[in-house]
């Protein structure tokens, strides 16, 4: 199975917001609302974000927020800070213990 | 605190093995399935291989079934990938990952590199 395609980049002046799209097929995040969200830093590991679409784990801010609609997840970061500036990966599930990443989009905060 | 540390990362000939170990601390081992996720340096994440709570249902990208082989050891709160006939292709960082409900990973490993180069 192919990737699910991202925007390579994404960016914006602190304060905005930016939103990044993740699309897919009906056999990923079309048909399934297990679509996850991962921030990655730099040398860092991955951090969940966003997880079933729309729900964040504690202790992220609220200025992150997932979408769906259809084959198409959106992750938006509004009220961009310094510190958003990271790669960004969707991940969804696609059926028998299978998971698929994006393609992964680099946001840059202007 | 959830911990997850990966280690046996090391440069390798292709064609050869390697067997990476990941030892977890912080929650309770035996009740979560794990995963191994790869990167290539400077590309995106790829999905490699998962195994169940119990050991008992594993599953593995195409890119690497046949060839690696995913375990664990509940008494040891270790996961292990057992990588066999390595490739080039095969370089990257792996990771570690915690399942959460089947759905997505909430927690994960720094990594460990594997390099196959002659």
């Known amino acids: 199975q192919s990737a699910l395609t991202q925007p390579p980049s994404a960016s914006g002046s602190p304060g905005q917001s930016v939103t990044i799209s993740c699309t897919g097929t009906?056999?990923?995040?079309?048909?399934?609302?297990?679509v996850s969200w991962y921030q990655q830093h730099p040398g860092k590991a991955p951090k969940l974000m966003i997880y079933?679409?729309?729900k964040r784990p504690s202790g992220v801010p609220d200025r992150f927020s997932g979408s769906k609609s259809g084959n198409t997840a959106s992750l938006t970061v509004s009220g961009l800070q310094a510190e958003d500036e990271a790669d960004y990966y969707c991940?969804?599930?696609?059926?028998?213990?299978?998971?698929?990443f994006g393609t992964g989009t680099k946001v840059t905060v202007l | 605190e959830v911990q997850l540390v990966e280690s046996g990362g090391a440069l390798v000939q292709p064609g050869g093995s390697l067997r990476l170990s990941c030892s977890a601390s912080?929650?309770?081992?035996?009740?979560?399935?794990l995963h191994w996720v790869r990167q290539a340096p400077g590309k995106g994440l790829e999905y490699v291989s998962a195994?169940?709570?119990?050991?008992?249902?594993?599953y593995y990208a195409d890119s690497v079934k046949g060839r690696f082989t995913i375990s664990r050891d509940n008494s040891k709160s270790t996961l292990y990938l057992q990588m066999n006939s390595l490739r080039p292709e095969d370089t990257a960082v792996y990771c570690c990952?915690?399942?959460?409900?089947?759905?997505?990973?909430?927690?994960w490993g720094q990594g460990t590199l594997v390099t196959v180069s002659s």
């Open positions: 009906s056999s990923d995040v079309g048909g399934y609302n297990f």
């Open positions: 195994v169940s709570w119990s050991g008992d249902s594993t």
């Open positions: 991940c969804s599930y696609a059926g028998t213990n299978n998971y698929i």
């Open positions: 990952v915690k399942d959460h409900s089947g759905s997505y990973f909430d927690y």
């Open positions: 079933g679409v729309t």
């Open positions: 912080g929650f309770t081992f035996n009740n979560f399935a």
